[in-house]
């Protein structure tokens, strides 16, 4: 096993300074030259000169309180700090001389009088910086007496006063107040890295310490367990439980998260095989060395006790499973998927990849419905959340892809977030995003909600227009009228940039006065004058980059919003430079890479039409097989033409349907009508209920690969420890072919990468050698690009010239009406991950251990519903039970719902209706009516038991 | 499949396109049907009896003398 160490992990002190003038001055007779406002500190660090320091870290601004990093500089009196005094020309800089011996030991020395002395059996033993720095200045002896101190327990007159208990009450580490040197690490990575500000320095001088909120714990007060602080602690007064279940690791291996699509890099750090925690790489492009308490801590999955490791079959889903051998479960799956054919044609089975996993394995399983399976009957999870960002943005751009990598943020000046709630479901980018508007950008929300962002501790939006679920495509044609009508677009792009005739005919078509936002108004609900007011600020403000999300996508105008976005990026300029552009964030970490792999139906790897001759002359001379032509059946066409009878088998890697894809009682039906469903997954899912075969699949940390993030930037996954499965899901694709006939031989995922690249000219210059060289890269990674592309369209748009296109807002056929008056959205929380197959399995739990239903105290006292009252939640489709909580974050009219728990089922209720082009569902719309309830409904409970009754596996016959 | 799915997929995308550009509208409908509809569906959609038919906007019914059609019979819906 070839690990991948890096090779410099020091820490410099203080933040990088980029672009200023270069300086040159000695330090310790040595000439450095750094750039313009760089610290002593770093520059010493860079100079490869360590100055001692506690309190300064180069995740976070300089501080100077904890006077170690002390220095001499030859003119200026006194020993300043070098983390908090910039370089100067010229400046005679010394580091280590007889003072600064005497001065550091004096500090090192008032630091360990109140510290207690029990390194041997402390968790931070090895990998403590007040250890080392004890060590590094020559610390020998503690003069001070035994008094007043923080650490003890009990003193000789009894129980010390000063002494307070470790607080454990956060699943995932601790904080034990008395080994803390109040050196406020922990409460500025809160502040600056994080955002949240939970953390205080309460009182003052030798009262000091750090206070979760109100003097609360941790798990009780507003921290959201991101770990941060604990990263930033330098002793073990912050420290993760399993280091100190564990020990110190020994081994890193670098790796990408496998949750959200911002795709953070992490070290994940271990003794022997055993993972003893994962920490945020600060080299990582998409992360910058910071993460979320579902990447840092929610990987104990892995291990949980529920994980099948065994492939079972069925021949009645009414069955039992049997536990068989991989030989046995592969050629029954091989037998079952010919039997099928044979009788019903070539079309009647096909496959869904999965967003979870590699691009390799996604690569894999297209590879083998197309080349083995001979039809292109596969699709991926993405239909159900971006495939609309796939169409819209190829219509308007020429490519589906986000324009920007997340560093872009930095440089944008207004912020349009739309249908997204980044806090919660991509966490890493609104730190950062929230950083960026701390210090100055403006922020626009359009959403329905009142998502955290709209006032959160030192931001606040500009504005947030709280328009009417389905409305977007209203809101975003009245934002271009504005734009238009008041002259605020940018004539000189348009006309160079863009297709002008498709401009002039659009300019028409917004300009209309049934656009203006007092027009739109009563339908909206955007009061006119607050939608004007954004409209100008995106138009005029400098860089305007808008993000977005599900809630643009997951409507029956999903595709025609996507176009609307681009449309007002391009009419104001706001495209092909950093700091701006339009930015789909992807919901899974690999969604963007399943998409770019050829997952969709009607495409090849690399957005090529399946029509498309040339490019599948590539794969017919390279597979030998032929290629159909015609596009083959999307996820929700499946399951109609499986309750038709003429789709009968389906490969499933990675991804519960069942539980995550609208109209449940749809689904199950066309699952049940199936023949041969066979689900590769990590547990017993949803969908498992309805499958004649389980296959066990492996988790991130057991597999070679890559994942690309919503910036297209492809990051390598490292395996780190061995399948507990004993396969890899590649390997499992591979073998499934084999047994159907193909001739296919992969023996690492780098050959399956080295296949993509030499057939997908975006990839054409992608292979590990290079991952493993610049860390990662961002497609399209050419021979004109060949360190990749981190903002797209910067000299003309991939199709040419961009195309404006008219977006007539059609209201969906989903009516609230007497019968259901209330329109239902859903949405992700922080800790909670899609389906929850894995965050469930973890302590993330504790946050989250049940969906509840959002609604407004008006809505609720005219119904009678109390807070935390079990309430019946009812659609034109089905009907369950969850608890409510009262809240004005929802507007009157409007009700809330996430669905990480299948006890919930939240989409029993959500309807079959959809984009009318990509026909991703539509979830963020559906008309409801909430009354008090008693308990789970008669479907849930049918669920929960046929659930149940579908997970029972016979011992094995040994 | 449902003949009223059908139909219903194929008005929703007439409906945008009848009003992004009026003029091209059967051309566009059929452009997009031929780029995403599996063969089958097509099938069902030409297959649709008059009754059913009727209920197409005019912009679909137009883009039917435009649909590629499957080539081999669809199996049995």
């Known amino acids: 096993m070839k690990d991948f160490v890096i090779p410099d992990r020091r820490d410099m002190g203080t ?203 941790f798990f009780g007060s507003e921290c959201v367990s991101c770990g941060a602080c604990v990263q930033a602690c330098p002793t073990a007064t912050l420290i993760e439980t399993s280091v100190i279940a564990i020990g110190t690791p020994d081994r890193v291996v670098k790796t990408t998260c496998a949750y959200c699509g911002v795709g953070c890099s992490f070290d994940a750090e271990l003794r022997g095989d055993e993972l003893v925690r994962m920490v945020p790489s600060k080299e990582g492009k998409a992360n910058r060395g910071h993460s979320c308490v579902k990447g840092r801590f929610a990987w104990g999955y892995a291990t949980h006790r529920e994980r099948i490791l065994k492939p079972m079959i069925r021949a009645r889903i009414t069955d039992p499973w049997r536990e068989v051998s991989w030989d046995e479960a592969i050629a029954h799956t ?14 009647a089975i096909g496959g869904i990849t999965s967003s979870r996993c590699t691009n390799e394995e996604t690569y894999l399983v297209q590879k083998l419905i197309r080349g083995v399976f001979g039809n292109n009957n596969v699709d991926t999870c993405a239909r159900v959340c971006h495939s609309p960002t796939g169409y819209g943005l190829k219509q308007t751009f020429g490519t589906s892809a986000g324009t920007q990598d997340f560093d872009s943020v930095e440089q944008a000046d207004v912020v349009v977030i739309i249908g997204a709630n980044p806090t919660d479901g991509h966490p890493v980018f609104a730190a950062r995003l929230k950083k960026r508007l701390r210090g100055g950008a403006r922020l626009i929300v359009i959403d329905p909600r009142r998502i955290d ?32 009508t008041e002259g605020l677009f940018d004539e000189g792009f348009i006309r160079t940039r863009c297709d002008t005739a498709a401009f002039d005919d659009y300019a028409e078509f917004v300009a209309d006065p049934r656009h203006a936002p007092e027009a ?29 999300g599900l809630g643009v996508t997951e409507h029956s105008q999903g595709s025609t919003t996507v176009m609307a976005i681009a449309n007002l990026a391009m009419l104001t300029g706001n495209i092909g430079r950093p700091g701006v552009g339009v930015n789909p964030l992807r919901g899974q970490n690999n969604v963007q890479g399943a998409c770019d792999m050829g997952s969709f139906p009607h495409e090849l790897p690399g957005y090529r039409h399946i029509s498309d001759d040339a490019a599948r002359a590539v794969y017919e001379s390279l597979w030998g097989v032929p290629i159909s032509p015609e596009p083959g059946l999307r996820i929700p066409n499946m399951l109609d033409a499986a309750a ?77 420890m061995a399948p507990r499965n004993g396969l890899a899901d590649w390997e499992v694709t591979l073998r499934l072919a084999q047994a159907m006939g193909a001739d296919w031989s992969y023996a690492h995922p780098s050959e399956i990468m080295a296949e993509i690249a030499a057939t997908t000219p975006s990839f054409a210059g992608v292979s590990y050698e290079l991952l493993d060289r610049l860390g990662s890269v961002q497609w399209p990674c050419t021979a004109a690009a060949p360190a990749g592309t981190p903002v797209m369209h910067i000299d003309g748009f991939v199709r040419g010239k961009g195309r404006f296109i008219r977006t007539e807002y059609v209201p969906t056929d989903e009516r609230t009406g007497p019968r259901f008056p209330l329109l239902l959205t859903t949405g992700r929380i922080l800790t909670q991950y899609n389906v929850g197959a894995q965050t469930r399995r973890t302590e993330n739990r504790r946050w989250h251990d049940e969906d509840v239903l959002e609604i407004h105290p008006h809505d609720a006292e005219t119904r009678g519903i109390h807070d935390g009252d079990w309430v019946r939640l009812a659609s034109r489709k089905g009907a369950i039970s969850l608890r409510a909580r009262l ?34 569902p539509e979830y963020k719309v559906t008309a409801v009516q909430v009354s008090p309830s008693n308990g789970p409904t008669e479907s849930q409970r049918d669920l929960a038991g046929q659930a149940a009754a579908a997970r029972r596996i016979l011992p094995a016959a040994e | 499949m449902s003949p009223d799915r059908i139909i219903r997929m194929a008005n929703q995308i007439a409906t945008f396109f009848e009003t992004a550009s009026p003029a091209e509208a059967a051309e566009d409908v059929a452009r ?29 019914r137009a883009a039917l003398p435009l649909l590629r059609p499957p080539a081999r019979p669809a199996p049995a819906a």
């Not at chain 1, 609900?525 to 939608?531: E, K």
């Not at chain 1, 507007?891 to 959809?914: E, L, M, Q, R, W």
């Open chain 1, 15 to 217: 933040p990088e300074v980029r672009g200023g003038p270069p300086v040159t001055l000695s330090i310790d007779g040595f000439s450095v030259t750094v750039p313009e406002g760089t610290s002593i500190l770093r520059a010493a660090a860079e100079a490869g000169i360590p100055i001692p320091k506690l309190c300064a870290t180069d995740s976070l601004a300089a501080f100077g309180s904890c006077r170690l990093c002390l220095v001499e500089v030859e003119g200026r009196a006194g020993t300043p700090a070098s983390c908090t005094t910039p370089v100067a020309p010229g400046m005679v800089v010394r580091t280590q001389t007889e003072r600064l011996k005497r001065l550091r030991r004096g500090v090192m020395e008032l630091y360990i009088s109140d510290h207690p002395l029990d390194c041997l059996t402390c968790a931070a033993n090895g990998d403590c910086e007040l250890q080392d720095m004890a060590g590094a200045v020559g610390l020998r002896e503690v003069r001070f007496e035994a008094g007043a101190n923080h650490f003890a327990r009990r003193t000789a007159e009894g129980p010390n006063p000063r002494w307070r208990p470790r607080d454990d009450s956060n699943p995932y580490f601790v904080y034990d107040p008395s080994k803390c040197i109040v050196c406020s690490r922990c409460v500025r990575a809160c502040e600056e890295v994080q955002g949240t500000f939970a953390l205080t320095i309460a009182g003052r001088g030798w009262d000091s310490r750090v206070s979760p909120g109100m003097d609360e714990t």
């Open chain 1, 644 to 720: 038709a009878g003429s789709f009968r088998g389906i490969y499933i890697q990675g991804e519960d349907i069942l539980q995550s894809d609208p109209d449940t009682a749809h689904v199950a039906a066309g699952l049940r009508a199936m023949d041969c469903v066979v689900v590769h997954d990590l547990f017993l899912n949803e969908t498992a209920s309805y499958a004649h075969v389980f296959l066990p699949g492996s988790t991130f940390l057991e597999k070679d690969g890559t994942f690309t993030n919503a910036e297209r930037r492809i990051n390598r996954v490292r395996r780190v």
């Open chain 1, 887 to 920: 809240t004005d974050r929802v507007a009157p009219g409007v009700v809330y719902t996430t669905f990480h728990h299948p006890g919930t089922a939240a989409n029993i209720v959500t309807t079959d209706y959809s984009d009318w082009a990509t026909n991703c």
């Open chain 1, 520 to 548: 739109t108004e009563a339908l909206t609900g955007v009061p006119a004058a607050d939608l004007r007011a954004a409209a100008r600020l995106y138009a005029t403000g400098g860089n305007g980059a808008i993000y977005y």
């Open chain 1, 334 to 347: 091989a037998r079952r998927f010919r039997e099928i054919q044979a009788a019903h044609g070539a079309g």
């Open chain 2, 32 to 60: 997009h049907i031929n780029d995403f509809w599996e063969p089958r569906m097509r099938a069902q959609l030409l297959a649709l009896p008059p009754a059913s038919a009727a209920a197409l906007r005019p912009a679909v």
């Open chain 1, 453 to 484: 962002l709209v006032r959160t501790p030192h931001v606040q939006a500009a504005h947030h227009l709280a328009l009417r679920p389905g409305t977007n495509v209203a809101v975003l044609t009245a934002m271009a009228h504005v734009i238009v």
